[in-house]
């Protein structure tokens, strides 16, 4: 099924052999058929490179980089070679189910609920999160089908909406336009600084409310590699700044005030997001409680409360 134009799916990946020919062989088995996969192989050291080579499929781009750039810059080699009109950044070692693409893109060729197409900013699903092993653990929060990009935002910040970058397709065009994924400015928050932006400039955001993509938790995912949670919640900083200027860009005096008021929850969330990787290892408590004190401004506060109470049994899923 391709309704629609070219659609472009971009899979950056590092020594991710056992995890990345999964990754491919998810969007080679899309129901849209219609696409571009654009994988950009960041000079891995393992026997990624060869087994991405034993794949024979025409929508396939490989990409082999002479020596490793980063994670955000190999993000926009995908970007950069992508010719679809549409784009979705898909981690290497999470999964869409077979009908992602198509129901994804629908709304940019038809429209939604009334809405016409040119007023949608990004298309969504809730990930259905899975251990290494592919176990199943929760489906993250979805959203309504339709919302302003501003209350998507703000359910962001505030931990009731449950979205992640390999789960999110917007306009290639779009992407583009902000240069990409900026790790000078937003470091690992650099997908959310692109389609944030993006997505802020436009009326209307639609969730696909089904769990079309499996993200996988473990070990190895960025929270667990880069940055302390000072680090973080410094990148943070500028990415709620940045939000901020594309609505007052656009003379939405209202949608600043709102994430204005919530920027303390979505820095809480932040901090306890990379926390949480601490689980289980040496000293975990001490490291826990020393930076809920360290950042007691936006940690010891009701909000952080009710979340723990709602949502701690998390803690206790992962291992």
């Known amino acids: 099924m391709s309704t629609g134009g070219l659609i472009s799916v971009g899979i950056p990946t590092w020594n991710r052999s056992h995890y990345v020919l999964d990754a491919v062989q998810s969007c080679l088995n899309q129901t849209y058929e219609n696409l571009q996969i654009v994988v950009c192989d960041n000079a891995s050291t393992d026997d990624t490179w060869q087994k991405l080579n034993s794949i024979q499929d025409p929508r396939l781009c490989l990409i082999r980089q002479s020596s490793n750039v980063g994670g955000a810059a190999n993000s926009n080699t995908c970007l950069q070679n992508a010719r679809g009109k549409l784009f979705l950044l898909l981690c290497d070692d999470d999964l869409l189910e077979p009908t992602a693409i198509e129901k994804l893109s629908k709304p940019f060729w038809e429209g939604f609920d009334g809405v016409p197409p040119g007023s949608i900013g990004l298309t969504w699903t809730p990930p259905m999160n899975v251990d290494q092993n592919r176990r199943q653990l929760w489906v993250t929060r979805s ?30 065009a779009d992407a583009k336009k902000y240069g990409g994924y900026d790790a000078g400015r937003h470091k690992m928050l650099s997908d959310s600084g692109n389609w944030g932006r993006a997505m802020l400039e436009y009326d209307h955001a639609v969730c696909v409310q089904e769990p079309l993509m499996r993200y996988t938790v473990h070990s190895e995912t960025a929270t667990s590699r880069e940055g302390t949670a000072e680090d973080w919640q410094a990148w943070g900083e500028k990415l709620h700044e940045d939000f901020l200027a594309v609505l007052r860009s656009r003379g939405d005096s209202k949608g600043e005030e709102r994430l204005a008021r919530v920027k303390n929850h979505f820095m809480a969330n932040l901090t306890v997001t990379v926390l949480m990787r601490y689980k289980g290892k040496p000293g975990w408590v001490r490291v826990f409680m020393k930076e809920m004190w360290r950042s007691r401004r936006f940690m010891l506060t009701p909000f952080v409360a009710k979340r723990m109470v709602k949502d701690g049994w998390k803690l206790f899923r992962l291992k």
């Open 143 to 172: 959203g309504p089908p339709i919302e302003s990009p501003v209350s998507l935002m703000e359910g962001l910040f505030i931990g009731t909406r449950g979205i992640q970058f390999s789960g999110v397709l917007i306009r290639t």
